[in-house]
């Protein structure tokens, strides 16, 4: 089976979408975009041994290499629409692509997105997904608007892919019953698509939690020219995290990463209206702290108490030096 074979026969299909004019099969896809909205984009390139373990379950990995640009137009509040997908293999494994094929597509299918295109080619296995979608021109979230009195939350719960990361390094021992739940954050991260469109109009800021909370909030303060505060004891966790040693909670909670869930700010007059927007979002929301003047940095409490707490975060070229 050849590169055109296999993409013929795993991943092309007849458009679902009406607003797709041409989709795979053609040089380039072409796309009817409505007038009174923006266009949404983002890439994500997903490395075998640096993003997954090489023997990873392809129906999982379909699943995540989607669900993890999903979650960025989650915190753009765009609803997604259409994505290309960009493989590198270093062989034809028929076996291995159909379940990744079936990963992606159900994924796919269950938001509404249609697969327009891609490329593939041969050398170490990496995955490249590129998502489209569209928001209301007035309706887009980001960074930049915190201010200081806005409510902090988060969606979901936080670290416990980071934490199920460090079971499979053999880092942490877990029990089954901990385990498998935690195992489900890490290979099928759900994205808040929903939550992220109830938050047009009420957030004043927004993102996706990939690299740690300590982190990407740090993104919104820097964006916007404040501090905050965070108060530890509030904070989302899975109990098999609140089990572990305060040392290793705090780090797997605030830099473990890949948690894909939405951080996002709200101003004191727009909370009465929070719970109506996410009601029917199906992902439980959690305050966390607030926005304060000053500085772009954090302010750790425990309650009340500051804390000075020694995090790593991730950083691809940092870490290879």
């Not at 028929?94 to 938001?111: N, S």
């Not at 951080?263 to 929070?274: H, K, S």
């Amino acid at each position: 089976m050849g590169e055109f074979d296999v993409i013929r026969h795993f991943f092309q299909r007849p458009p679902r979408r009406k607003d797709v004019v041409t989709g795979s099969g053609d040089d380039c896809a072409l796309l009817r975009v409505p007038a009174d909205a923006l266009l949404a984009i983002s890439t994500d390139t997903l490395v075998s041994g640096v993003h997954f373990f090489a023997d990873a379950d392809p129906l999982r990995l379909g699943h995540k290499a989607l669900a993890v640009n999903l979650s960025d137009l989650a915190a753009m509040g765009a609803e997604p629409r259409w994505v290309s997908l960009a493989l590198t293999l270093p062989e034809i494994d028929e076996a291995w692509l159909g379940r990744f094929a079936q990963g992606f597509l159900e994924l796919a299918d269950f938001f509404n997105v249609d697969l327009i295109g891609g490329d593939m080619t041969r050398g170490p296995l990496s995955i490249t997904v590129s998502i489209q979608g569209v928001v209301p021109e007035q309706g887009a979230l980001h960074r930049n608007g915190a201010s200081p009195g806005d409510a902090i939350w988060v969606t979901g719960e936080l670290g416990a892919a980071a934490l199920a990361l460090q079971h499979q390094l053999g880092q942490v021992a877990l029990s089954n019953e901990q385990w498998l739940p935690l195992r489900e954050r890490l290979e099928k991260p759900a994205p808040r698509i929903l939550a992220g469109m109830a938050l047009r109009g009420l957030a004043s800021s927004a993102l996706d939690i990939s690299d740690g909370l300590a982190s990407d909030l740090g993104h919104i303060l820097a964006a916007s020219g404040v501090g905050a505060q965070v108060e530890l004891e509030r904070l989302p966790l899975p109990p098999a995290l609140l089990a572990q040693p305060d040392a290793l909670r705090w780090q797997l909670a605030l830099a473990g990463g890949d948690d894909y869930e939405l951080c996002f700010t709200v101003p004191e007059v727009q909370r009465g209206a929070l719970a109506t927007a996410l009601a029917g979002a199906g992902v439980k929301f959690t305050e966390i702290g607030r926005i304060v003047a000053g500085e772009p940095q954090i302010e750790w409490l425990y309650h009340s108490t500051p804390m000075t707490l020694t995090l790593r975060g991730w950083d691809h070229f940092k870490e290879s030096t």
